[in-house]
């Protein structure tokens, strides 16, 4: 089985421009998470998707969107981005039905100059 | 709300000693608590977790944790340090259905020779 898989690696924004990035959830998990994780902190909750909805948010603003898609990828969108937002994005994935823990891809680091 | 607590941003041990990496938790329901690791530019690892049950826990890479709920506490424990352990240490908590995760601020762990 493959684990969480996460897309691009790297990228470079401008202020003010709009991003996504991608998730692949760990075969058979139907729940994904993302998590903003900035320089020296830990992971802060954005929000959560079951079944293509999002059932679950953190604080953050509505310029944080997402979707999940019928093979459970998800997309995360940020519009608007601030110098503050340069940040690891974490994806997780896990199985709701069989309640087991989170497995996290090895992120998106996103960079806003 | 749930809410994590770390003692420490740094903790340095000599290698073969004593590691204890200190987590207290808030929650107003039973909790699941977690450990995770990370390495420099990857994802979170999942060291262990408490559930339900026995309240001592044995994680991989000789790592455990004890879940106190007297004292509100999930300490981190490794009998002898070894180099390959430094690295930044998450404690987490969950509600019982594994939903909107919360970590802590993190442990940095440094690793003398």
């Given at each position: 089985e493959t684990g969480v898989t996460q897309s691009p690696t790297h990228l470079i924004k401008t202020r003010g421009q709009q991003v996504t990035l991608r998730c692949s959830s760990q075969s058979g998990h139907n729940t994904v998470s993302w998590y903003q994780q900035a320089l020296g902190q830990g992971p802060q909750f954005i929000f959560q998707y079951y079944r293509e909805e999002e059932n679950g948010r953190g604080n953050f603003p509505p310029r944080f969107s997402g979707l999940q898609f019928p093979n459970y990828s998800s997309e995360l969108n940020v519009n608007a981005l601030e110098l503050d937002d340069s940040a690891l994005y974490l994806c997780a994935s896990r199985d709701s039905a069989m309640n087991t823990e989170a497995f996290f891809g090895q992120g998106t680091r996103l960079t806003v100059v | 709300a749930q809410s994590v607590t770390q003692l420490g941003s740094h903790v340095s041990v000599s290698e073969g000693a004593l590691v204890l990496l200190r987590c207290n938790y808030s929650s107003s329901v039973p909790p699941y608590l977690f450990w995770y690791v990370q390495y420099p530019n990857q994802g979170l690892?999942?060291?262990?977790?408490?559930?339900?049950?026995?309240?001592?826990?044995?994680?991989?890479?000789?790592?455990?944790?004890?879940?106190?709920?007297?004292?509100?506490?999930?300490?981190?424990?490794?009998?002898?340090?070894?180099?390959?352990?430094?690295?930044?240490?998450?404690?987490?908590?969950?509600?019982?259905?594994?939903?909107?995760?919360?970590?802590?601020?993190?442990?940095?762990?440094?690793v003398k020779p």
């Open positions: - | 690892q999942l060291l262990l977790k408490y559930t339900t049950g026995a309240t001592l826990v044995k994680g991989i890479n000789g790592f455990e944790a004890e879940f106190k709920k007297s004292e509100t506490s999930f300490h981190l424990t490794k009998p002898s340090a070894h180099m390959s352990d430094a690295a930044e240490y998450f404690c987490a908590v969950s509600d019982m259905n594994n939903n909107d995760m919360r970590f802590g601020a993190g442990t940095r762990l440094t």
